[in-house]
């Protein structure tokens, strides 16, 4: 590295101090990122059956309403147009 890029991030510092990566600073490093993937993976998830369940309670209504669409058409088709 230059010495201008040495200097611009302090390395040429005499207060600078390499940082040392212990094994249980790695570990917490990648726990807390496993952990937040994590808690966007059950988000997603809780977020799909909702939608799932959603879909199967407005496919129970549609069948609902169809089957009294259907009721009320037989009902009219039987009445006379003054009838009406």
Known sequence: MPRVKLAIFGFLQP??????????????????????????????LYLYKKISNDTEELEGRSEDYASLANEFLKKMEKRKWWQL
Do not use: G, W
């Open 15 to 44: 207060s600078y101090v390499p940082r040392q990566f212990t094994m249980h600073c790695f570990l917490n490093c990648y726990i807390h990122e496993t952990k937040a993937y994590l808690d966007q993976l059950l988000n997603v």
